[in-house]
């Protein structure tokens, strides 16, 4: 069976991550929210407090705000991958 490649598909570049500007905002944005998710994960798993904030976190903040920050970081990494070029191109 042979599968018709269209227009779109066969024409669309394989784009970098460091290609445009916004990529390579979004990707500095995944790697610095992924290493704040690790340090808030590891200091709820702790018990202790943040340094900057001065708040006591236990297990279950530290895994929600672990939670929440790896989801920026994964949504920014992946918007950097997938997103096509704006009006500026």
Same mark, same amino acid.
């Given at each position: 069976?042979?599968?018709?490649?269209?227009?779109?598909?066969?024409?669309?570049?394989?784009?970098?991550?460091?290609?445009?500007?916004?990529?390579?905002?979004?990707?500095?944005?995944?790697?610095?929210?992924?290493? !704040?998710?690790? @340090?808030? %994960?590891?200091? #709820?798993?702790?018990?202790?407090? *943040? =340094?900057? &904030?001065?708040?006591? !976190?236990?297990? @279950?903040? %530290?895994?929600? #705000?672990?939670?929440?920050?790896? *989801? =920026?970081? &994964?949504?920014?990494?992946?918007?950097? @991958?997938?997103?096509?070029? #704006?009006?500026?191109?």
């Amino acid at each position: 069976m042979v599968v018709a490649v269209t227009n779109a598909t066969a024409s669309s570049s394989d784009a970098e991550l460091f290609d445009t500007r916004f990529s390579m905002g979004a990707a500095a944005l995944a790697a610095i929210s992924f290493l !704040l998710a690790i @340090v808030v %994960g590891w200091t #709820g798993y702790q018990g202790s407090e *943040l =340094v900057v &904030v001065g708040m006591d !976190l236990d297990v @279950v903040s %530290g895994l929600a #705000g672990f939670m929440l920050l790896f *989801l =920026v970081s &994964v949504t920014s990494l992946v918007a950097a @991958v997938y997103m096509e070029p #704006g009006f500026d191109h």
